[in-house]
């Protein structure tokens, strides 16, 4: 499967398959939203216009044969984080469309983002998600690595990927880029 940045022709896209992925819990989390977007496609545009926005890691799965020529399959960002002053990152959302979803898809961009983001040299990445899906790509909880995740109350659910280094990884509460903490729902 082919994974690859994403262009800005790409834009209008990644925001279309990020909206079909999380329309299905939007009304449960926030009812009455007064734009029906789901706040995963708020976030997204928020991060794009912050500081923590890394446009090298924002990753494409294009929709194969015989979608039409530009769609996107899935997308996945990793934005910059910090844990106490060292940079870190900070991985999601993790979109995939409902067509493509039960595929691959969104392994394929989790493996890209982590291959790339360790290339880059981060010592880690933080995300919050299920910890069984996860987990097979060496997210740990955060806590056994000496991270504090951003709210107490996601527990098990925030997680870290530690990359090899020659120093040990940071310790001390994560905080994600700026839009994380401004963007109901998410």
């Known amino acids: 499967m082919l994974i690859r940045r994403e262009n800005p022709g790409d834009v209008e896209a990644v925001r279309a398959v990020v909206a079909a992925a999380f329309a299905p819990y939007q009304?449960?989390?926030?009812?009455?939203?007064?734009?029906?977007?789901?706040?995963?496609?708020?976030?997204?545009?928020?991060?794009?216009?912050?500081?923590?926005?890394l446009p090298e890691l924002s990753l494409?799965?294009?929709?194969?044969?015989p979608?039409?020529?530009?769609?996107?399959?899935?997308?996945?960002?990793?934005?910059r984080a910090h844990v106490g002053a060292v940079p870190v990152l900070g991985l999601g959302p993790l979109s995939v469309h409902p067509d493509h979803q039960r595929r691959g898809v969104g392994s394929a961009?989790?493996?890209?983002?982590?291959?790339?983001?360790?290339?880059l040299g981060a010592p880690l990445v933080?995300?919050?998600?299920?910890?069984a899906y996860y987990s097979r790509f060496g997210f740990e909880h955060?806590?056994?690595?000496?991270?504090?995740a951003p709210d107490p109350a996601w527990g098990e659910h925030f997680q870290v990927r530690v990359?090899?280094?020659?120093?040990?990884?940071?310790?001390?509460?994560?905080?994600?880029?700026?839009?994380?903490?401004i963007v109901d729902g998410v």
């Open 142 to 148: 955060a806590k056994t690595h000496g991270v504090t």
């Open 126 to 131: 933080g995300l919050l998600g299920d910890p």
């Open 67 to 79: 979608a039409p020529r530009g769609g996107i399959a899935g997308h996945v960002v990793c934005t």
């Open 27 to 53: 009304a449960a989390r926030t009812p009455g939203r007064p734009d029906g977007l789901p706040a995963e496609v708020t976030l997204l545009d928020a991060l794009r216009a912050d500081l923590g926005w």
């Open 163 to 181: 990359f090899e280094r020659r120093v040990p990884p940071p310790r001390g509460p994560f905080v994600y880029a700026k839009p994380f903490s």
């Open 60 to 65: 494409v799965a294009p929709a194969p044969a």
């Open 109 to 119: 961009l989790v493996h890209a983002a982590l291959g790339a983001a360790e290339a």
